[in-house]
C-alpha cells in the first residue's frame, strides 16, 4: 500500500487479501491479522487502482524463503496451468478452452501428485480439480476489478476481442479438512495476472 501511494495509486483497487498457511485457502480472507509461520507459504492477492483503473495480482511465496517439495510440487502446477492458459488468451481465442487447458494441468498434477486418483477422462469429466480450485479462472478487469461485460451473447461464449483486458488466475487450494494426503494440507495457491 506504501508503493501504491507513492507510485500516484491513491488506494488498493479492493481490500487486499493476506493470507498464510491455511488462510490462503479462504478465497476471500481479509482479517489478514495472523503471524506468519516459518515453514508456510503465504498468499497476497493485491493490486491498486491507478487514474480510475483496477489491477488485480496475486502472488504466493514462502514465508521463510525457500519452498518445501510439497509446496514447490504444487506451485509448479499451478504455475504451469496459468502458461498453458496464457496460450489462449489472444484475439479468437475463448476463456472456456482456456479453462479446459488450464484444468487438464491441474488434473494430471493432482493425478501425479496422488491427491486425486482415478482416471484421468473420468476425473476431467467429472470435474474433480474444481474440489482444490474452486473458483473461475479469470474475470473482466477495467474499471472495477469485476469489471462490467457480458461473458455470452445470446448464449454464446465471446471470442476474445483486441482491447478486452481479463486476469488469469488459477490455484489450488488444499484445506486442512480436504481428503488430500497430510502432507499437502495447508497449502493454498493462486497466481494471478492480467492480460491486454
Ligand atoms: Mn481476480
Redesign the pocket.
Known amino acids: 500500500h506504501h508503493h501504491y501511494a507513492m507510485n500516484g495509486a491513491p488506494h488498493p483497487a479492493y481490500g487486499t487479501i493476506v493470507g498464510s498457511g491455511d488462510n490462503a485457502n479462504i478465497l476471500h480472507y481479509t482479517q489478514n491479522s495472523d503471524v506468519l509461520k516459518n515453514g508456510d507459504l503465504v498468499l497476497i492477492?493485491s493490486g491498486c487502482e491507478l487514474q480510475g483503473y483496477a489491477a488485480?495480482i496475486?502472488r504466493t511465496f514462502p514465508v521463510n524463503g525457500k519452498f518445501n517439495e510439497q509446496q514447490a510440487a504444487l506451485y509448479n502446477i499451478v504455475l504451469k496451468a496459468q502458461e498453458v492458459a496464457f496460450e489462449e488468451i489472444k484475439p479468437g481465442g475463448f476463456m472456456s478452452h482456456a479453462n479446459k487447458l488450464a484444468m487438464e494441468v491441474l488434473t494430471q498434477g493432482l493425478l501425479d501428485l496422488g491427491i486425486l486418483t482415478g482416471d484421468f477422462d473420468e476425473l476431467m469429466a467429472q470435474q474433480a480439480c474444481k474440489d482444490y480450485y474452486m473458483h473461475g479462472l479469470?474475470?473482466w478487469?477495467g474499471l472495477d476489478?469485476?469489471d462490467v461485460g457480458d461473458y455470452k451473447i445470446n448464449n454464446v461464449e465471446r471470442e476474445f476481442e483486441p482491447g478486452m483486458v481479463l486476469?488469469i488466475?488459477p490455484g489450488l487450494y488444499i484445506s486442512e479438512d480436504s481428503n488430500a494426503p497430510q502432507k499437502y494440507k495447508g497449502i493454498g495457491i493462486r497466481i494471478?495476472d492480467n492480460l491486454l
Open positions: 492477492d488485480d496475486t479469470g474475470h478487469l476489478v469485476h486476469t488466475e494471478e
